[in-house]
């Protein structure tokens, strides 16, 4: 009698023959594959796991035209300041007291001047001279050279006043574009992300290409390190740009928490993802009923076929394979429901219904 009641109460949603649930259970899911929908596997074995993703590996890139950081490129911006004593050249203020040279001398600084695509630069009394890939002090010497028998005892000094062509420029998802000045201390890739204030927002998605005339290798952000793509020795004119390549899969069903994840762009197991969803609901799901539906391609066209993993994590193996099976993007996890919790959620829908009637007869009373 107490069920015909309850059919009775519930005559709004579907009757007692239907109850509420999450999706399919374990069973309805192999039953579709056995019938074609869609190819089932059971993941009982290292034999019935597809094959991973590629790792990720980067392209070791080959010594940019100029190594020497310190050493002067085309699109740089120098200064040359001049000292003279006896017979000059040039006229300027007298120098400042103190000074290691001759007080007598006088200093005239010419720049900023830019240095041509070329390599060279134009200097009043010497001509053009070869400026690229000298370092300043190599520079200052040539400079020097070139007014002796005009000059009294010259003494040049050349500094780098803008260094553009000895830098790296970084873009893309990063806190500050722009140029990274070069030291001699030799920055690596990772120095130079983080001298431009490292990447905005979550590292897992982010992908770091390295170009370096025309030769390109790339590493995720996320694992990167100074073993690695991270301790490569960064080159004057190199480009770095971090790519943000969002990726993602769904748990639907019976899980603690149910909702759309980003997938890290470097290898994520189905263990690390169930463990993130907070796993099968107690009470609820169905162990024995955990699926991953994809999108296999197969045979040398690349025909795309739906394709489903079944896990009994009920089994201690599953959870050693589970840490091999690794997501790709667009993964859905489904957790099935108990079949034995069906006679629970209908004594929980009878509560709901009788529940409100039981309180109102109290107050009633």
């Known amino acids: 009698m107490l069920l015909t009641a ?26 579709a594959g056995d019938r ?7 993941v009982d074995a290292n034999t019935a796991l597809p094959t991973p993703p590629a790792a990720p590996d980067y392209t070791p890139l ?42 007598t001398a006088k200093e005239q600084k010419i720049g900023p001047i830019e240095v041509d ?51 790296v420029m970084i873009g893309g998802e990063i806190t500050s574009r722009g140029r990274v000045r070069l030291t001699g201390a030799r920055e690596k890739l990772l120095d130079v992300i983080t001298l431009a204030g490292g990447a905005r927002g979550s590292n897992a998605d ?19 390190s100074y073993a690695n793509i991270g301790g490569m020795p960064m080159e004057p004119g190199d480009r770095v740009e971090l790519r943000r390549l969002p990726q993602s899969y769904a748990v639907l069903g ?9 997938l890290p762009l470097r290898r994520f197991s189905l263990v690390e993802a169930l463990a993130l969803s907070g796993g099968p609901t107690e009470n609820v799901a169905d162990p024995a009923a955990v699926f991953v539906f994809r999108f296999e391609k197969t045979g040398e066209a690349g025909v795309e076929r739906p394709t489903v993993y079944h ?15 690794y997501m790709t993007d667009k993964d ?34």
Request: net charge positive.
């Open 332 to 365: 859905v996890i489904y957790v099935a429901g108990a079949e034995a919790n069906q006679p629970s959620k209908l004594l929980q829908i009878i509560g709901q219904v009788f529940n409100p009637l039981a309180i109102a007869w109290q107050v009633v009373k």
């Open 311 to 325: 896990f009994n994590m009920l089994k201690p193996t599953s959870y050693f394979l589970g840490q091999k099976f």
């Open 117 to 167: 695509q070329a390599g060279t630069i134009r200097l009043p009394y010497s001509g053009t001279l070869r400026a690229a890939g000298r370092t300043p002090a190599e520079l200052s010497r040539d400079i020097e050279a070139s007014l002796r028998g005009k000059s009294e005892n010259p003494q040049v000094l050349v500094r780098i006043e803008g260094a553009a062509g000895s830098s």
């Open 36 to 42: 074609g929908a869609f190819n089932v596997i059971e």
């Open 206 to 224: 982010i992908m770091v290409q390295v170009n370096r005339q025309g030769a390109i290798s790339e590493w995720p952000l996320d694992g990167m």
């Open 254 to 262: 019976s899980a603690n928490r149910v909702n759309r994840y980003d």
């Open 62 to 103: 080959p010594p940019g035209w100029k190594s020497d950081v310190e050493a002067i490129a085309p699109g740089d911006v120098i200064s040359v300041t001049y000292y003279e004593v006896g017979a000059r050249l040039f006229s300027g203020a007298p120098s400042a007291p103190g000074a290691s040279f001759d007080p």
């Open 6 to 31: 309850a059919c009775a109460g519930l005559a709004m949603t579907s009757g007692c023959s239907t109850l509420p649930q999450a999706g399919p259970v374990g069973k309805t899911v192999t039953r």
